[in-house]
Nanobody, 126 residues
Framework: VQLQASGGGLAQAGGSLRLSCSAS????????VAWFRQAPGKERDFVTS????????QYTDSVKGRFAISRHNANNTVSLQMNSLKPEDTAVYYC????????????????????WGQGTQVTVSS
């Protein structure tokens, strides 16, 4: 499956941004979709994931209650609504797809995902 991320930009602390990930090339409902982020000089970290049907979601602790992932299988997209943004949310955000759902959010690693979008920059100013 091919992925394309969009929607990044600049926001002030406390503001909101919405990211989108569009998929093509395969049956979208076969895939778990996740968002990772990578700040300068740091590793790529898991942010959130959503199950094949959208019934289950997982979040890293630092974004719980602020970020919300959703998927729209009819048009092969996944959205990430980011509210109450903090400067530490500044990173390049990547969407990724995998056939495998894991039991806990801290079980996901970049190597688990075979398909990646190109990344979109999110910058939060203080």
């Amino acid at each position: 499956v091919q992925l394309q991320a969009s929607g990044g930009g600049l926001a002030q602390a406390g503001g909101s941004l919405r990211l989108s990930c569009s998929a093509s090339g395969d049956i979208f409902t076969l895939y778990v979709v996740a968002w990772f982020r990578q700040a300068p000089g740091k590793e790529r970290d898991f942010v959130t994931s959503i199950s094949w049907s959208g019934d289950y979601t997982q979040y890293t602790d630092s974004v719980k209650g602020r970020f919300a992932i959703s998927r729209h299988n009819a048009n092969n997209t996944v959205s990430l609504q980011m509210n109450s943004l903090k400067p530490e949310d500044t990173a390049v955000y990547y969407c990724a797809a995998s056939r495998t759902w894991k039991l806990t959010a801290d079980s996901y690693y970049p190597g688990d995902f075979g398909s990646w979008g190109q990344g979109t920059q999110v910058t939060v100013s203080s």
